[in-house]
């Protein structure tokens, strides 16, 4: 496990696992047969479930797909730090294009900014904790 994961995303990743085995469980699909539908080794979703590997992305949306997990509440915890992180890098682009504004098309790359930034502001000030 990498070792440079943030808190947040670490208790994301061991919320997630438990998510997974626990809907898969509740479904009375056999990790099995889960894994056989995904296309990987048994031993490995397995280790998936147990935290012992992360989930990546075609994992996560086999089970979003194959067991109805709401892909909100695979990525709920993840929410606010991806928002924060987002918001933060996009207002330190706002602040170079205004840096920049002589140049072409900055005006246009500020205006799709100051969109993207207005949508994270709210995602944030909405965001259910």
Known sequence: MDNSLTPMLFYFMINTSHLLKSYRERTGVSLQDMATII????????KVEHHKL???TLILFSYHLILKI???KLFKNYYPEVIKNCLRNGLALK????EQMKAPHIDKRLMQIDTIVDRLVELDNNYER
């Open 54 to 56: 992360d989930a990546n």
């Open 70 to 72: 709401p892909i909100e």
């Open 39 to 46: 296309g990987m080794d048994t031993g490995n979703l397995s």
């Open 95 to 98: 602040e170079q294009l205004l």
